[in-house]
């Protein structure tokens, strides 16, 4: 690394500033950046677990990804303390997203006409051994021997299954080799690796958290206008404003469901009307996930439902919920709840307080009009109550008021194939669950029908 020794310019300057890509022209280390280094290096005291683990949480195009690339290339030749050691580069799980980090690893060099010939996920500089791994194929990383530095890279989309043994292989090498390690992520969606680690109580997190949203980039990687651009966009509060609501998905489309919601906060004044039909859909949840409530009522003369109840249970018991249901129908009229059946314990449980019989294996023994607790068969029906729910939106007829954020941020990020729901793109299902359940009633149908 002879070609590196330029007097005492600093290795940023050695290599060349970055590039914009928007402007062409370089970019010096911002505020924020030299944060983040600080941090990096900041030690409290040798028995703080906090040390050397930085996790950051950002909004796009705030060039840190960058930044951390070449921190790895500096501590590779500053000196060769990390000679015969390995540093380590974790990506979702996709090769192409392993191989492009080391491609830019090795185009920084290629400033000073120095030219790296590895494998594609592999980059040897100064007797230190870079290598990235997607986070789905992480058998030889696991067998390591020195890791000095991993950096995991847009870890809050590793996928669900991957979460646990990406960190508990990152974190097992805290005692073996004391690595750096920096995590570095826009968010995506609730209840992955970015906000398990945001929720950790301060006393029991072993990183420094860090959080920069779109405003420490004004001025500096984007201006004012780019942002009022781009709040324009759906997906702005989790691109730029370090919100969890994950990626815009393909069923609904951004302009029907805005006016869902236009409808929603159109009515969400009026008083329930006794006089019409009502429909509940209850998705029991119950140990893999949260349990919703949503209540719909159709409004004749504007041919819409307007959901007018909404409720998320988070480990509460069954009995709790059914309490509810039946508390529900004792005051709205004309009340038919529509109820995943799977869980037939609750099902059950339920059409116990409204003394209906506890014979509903079959369609005929839970007719709509005899009964006001109605199983419904998910597994067989949940394409095609994903296609009425689709049908109800697309048409203008399904009112939501905003303060249903769940459900709004369920109906945005609706992933499907053929109407089979992704529930690993979709935020907040359990939401979407309900819903379609409640559009799963003959009147639905018929709502349907009369548009056709």
Known sequence: MSK??????CFNHIVGLPVSEKTGLTNPLFDYQKIIVDKIFFLEDDKDPKNRHVWVKKATGLGI????????????????????????????????????????????????????ENKETVLEVNGVMIKAFPSNHLSTYRGLTSPRFIFLDEGDYFKKNDIDEVRDTTERYIAKSKPY???????????????????????????????????????????QQEIDMQRISPSFDREYDLKYTGKIGNVFSTK???FAIELGELHKGEEINQFTLHFGGVDPGFGSSKA????????????????????????EVPSKIADD??????????????????????????????GESLRWEKAKDVSIQSYNIIPVNFSTEHRQM????????????????KEYDHLITALRTATATDFDLDKEDTVD????????????????????EDVR
């Open 65 to 116: 990804t960058e930044l951390i690339l070449r921190l790895m290339l500096w501590l590779c030749v500053r000196d060769n303390r990390y000679r015969n050691s390995q540093m380590c580069i974790i990506t979702g799980p996709s090769i192409d997203i392993a191989t492009g980090l080391i491609e830019r690893m090795k185009r920084i060099f290629e400033n000073v006409n120095i030219f790296i």
């Open 429 to 448: 299902d359990d939401h979407l669950d309900s819903l379609r359940l409640l559009v799963s009633s003959d009147r639905a149908i018929k709502i349907q």
């Open 256 to 258: 029907d469901i805005d």
């Open 292 to 315: 919703t409530l949503y209540i719909g009522e159709f409004d004749m003369e504007n041919q819409i439902i307007r959901i007018i109840v909404g409720r998320e249970y988070d480990h």
């Open 386 to 401: 994903l296609y009425k729910t689709f049908n109800l939106i697309s048409k203008g007829m399904i009112a939501i008021p």
């Open 181 to 223: 390690i920096v995590m570095v992520s826009t968010p995506n969606k609730p209840d992955l690796l970015f906000q398990m680690i945001e929720k950790e109580p301060e006393d029991k997190c072993i990183y420094r958290r860090l959080f920069f949203n779109y405003q420490w980039g004004v001025g500096k990687m984007f201006s």
């Open 325 to 354: 249901i039946f508390e529900y129908h004792t005051k709205i009229n004309n009340l038919k709840w529509f109820i995943d059946g799977s869980n037939r314990g609750f099902i059950n449980e339920v059409k116990v307080k409204f």
């Open 4 to 9: 590196l020794d330029k007097g005492n310019c």
